[in-house]
């Protein structure tokens, strides 16, 4: 039976104090499997993102635990929680979040140059992965020369380059035309055939859900039965 890489107990996320305490996470349990790709489905507001910025250490949270790997991230200092998500996860967004000054190349290698790695060795792996993405003609590109389909591929290599052992995607194909979406859809299926990362993907999306080994449906901070 497949290990759980995280998994959550009794997560809550409040924003405020007193009479304006806000609960946007409200005692989640999950557990997620290694290699498998989880979508997570929820009407706006229900605390789909709050989610995955708890569960991937980029926000704090008020009670719970979350283990990944094992490990409690929310028991880590900051610093060292900084470096456990530079060496063993990765990120993608709906707005792509590419540095606009550099190019194609240069926005993959930064993640692995971040982590320590030769510029030799980033430079080699940054084309690499872009080459397999069928980007290899674009490597010297600048975000503003490529389409969004393009530069979500580059979002992807970079959250992929290090061979994290999760990655967590927000909206991924949310700026995507249909045919822009189905082939980021596409790809994130062939890069966890290929790398074997786990993958949690936020979606609106029901044709990305369905291409994803498990969806689970979030309202009012919970995950229903």
Same mark, same amino acid.
């Given at each position: 039976m497949p290990e759980s890489v995280v998994v959550g107990r009794d997560v809550w996320k409040v924003y405020g104090s007193g009479d304006t305490a806000v609960p946007a996470l409200r005692g989640i349990n999950v557990d997620i499997l290694r290699g498998e790709i989880l979508a997570v489905m929820g009407p706006s507001g229900c605390g789909k993102t709050t989610f995955l910025n708890c569960f991937s250490g980029l926000d704090d949270i008020s009670r719970g635990q979350v283990l990944v790997e094992g490990t409690d991230i929310h028991a880590m200092p900051d610093a060292k929680k900084s470096d456990y998500r530079a060496r063993r996860t990765g990120f993608v967004f709906q707005s792509y979040n590419l540095l606009p000054i550099l190019s194609a190349e240069e926005n993959v290698e930064m993640p692995l140059l971040i982590a320590g790695r030769s510029a030799q060795e980033a430079r080699s792996d940054a084309r690499a992965i872009l080459t397999e993405m069928g980007l290899g003609d674009r490597l010297a590109h600048r975000p503003s020369e490529l389409s969004g389909g393009q530069q979500q591929r580059v979002s992807l290599?970079?959250?992929?380059?290090?061979?994290?052992?999760?990655?967590?995607a927000?909206?991924?194909?949310? !700026?995507?035309?249909?045919?822009?979406?189905?082939q980021v859809t596409e790809l994130l299926r062939?890069? !966890?055939? !290929?790398?074997?990362?786990?993958?949690?993907?936020?979606?609106h999306d029901a044709e990305v859900a369905a291409a994803c080994d498990r969806t689970l449906h979030m309202r009012d901070g919970l995950f229903l039965a």
């Open positions: 290599a970079r959250a992929l380059v290090a061979h994290p052992a999760i990655v967590w927000d909206e991924p194909t949310g !700026n995507l035309d249909a045919e822009g979406s189905r062939q890069l !966890n055939r !290929n790398f074997h990362q786990t993958m949690v993907v936020v979606t």
